[in-house]
């Protein structure tokens, strides 16, 4: 008998945020006239990239992490990921007392596999244009006896992530637009729950690379569309599908997806470090790229931007400034 995987709701949110709360940082909303100025709307950014592990991703994996039980604690954990769910399931990991083995591609960024050791998890690479992730994780799982917590298909990530849309319509009120980056789907699907609940008018955006619009495909065809690996330098959002339990939330409380290029995105970055001071990894610009660029119309309206990790390698964002 097939089994139909756990769909999170908004209550599911809630005992996430009762979960993380004091151990997670309420991250801070960040303004811009200028930004405004360039949308003309009201933009709210909601800043993960400072974020403890440097991005919204420690939301669901401590999540995830608190609710097994204190037996598979001890087990520990396995995960397959290109960088920030991989810091944050060995942070979150590491806390809670528990062991933990990142699957990681070869050519994640160095930054990102050093703060994932240096966060005390074992990595394993991988060849993201050659090799199974998933198969590597799950035998690992197997013959370790650890719990898979995979990066955006697991109900309590889901949860989790969902928390960053609580705190922001919390803080600001409530929205005519939310805009969040769209990877696996566990960031949109659980902005999506709470942006619903907490802002029923709200219009939920998901944004893409332009190379792997997978999210875009899947919404309008009305089944989950699978793509070859993309590239990108989002590496943040380079699946090639939308996991079983975020595909339903996305039909049901999802507007649209779009996508932007990356050149958009290197233009959002530096808009970023000029303008605003802060640093944004390119996946953490998916969202803002496309209000500054009008791919999103944010015309008179109040709109909020997730600002989803900030862990680029100061060397390649110079390269990219360089070469913009």
Known sequence: MTVSPRIPTF?????????????????????????????????????????????????????????????????????YSSGNHAQALAYAATLLGAPSVIVMPQDAPAIKVAATRGYGAEVVFFDRYKDDRDAIARDISEERGMSLIPPFDHADIIAGQGTAALELIEEVGELDVLIAPLGGGGLLAGCALSAKALSPGCRVIGVEPEAGNDGQQSLRKGEVVRIAPPKSIADGALTTFVGDRNFPILQAKVDDIVTVSDAQLVQTMRFFAERMKVIVEPTGCLGAAAALNGVVDCAGNRVGIVLSGGNVDLKALSAFFAES
């Open 11 to 79: 209550e599911d949110v809630k005992v996430a945020a009762s979960r993380i709360s004091g151990v997670a940082h309420r991250t801070p909303v960040l303004t811009s006239r200028t930004a405004n100025g360039v949308a003309g709307g009201k933009l709210f950014f909601k800043a993960e990239n400072l974020q403890r592990a440097g991005a919204f991703k420690f939301r669901g994996a401590y999540n995830a992490v608190s609710a097994l039980s204190p037996e598979a604690r001890r087990k520990g954990v396995v995960a």
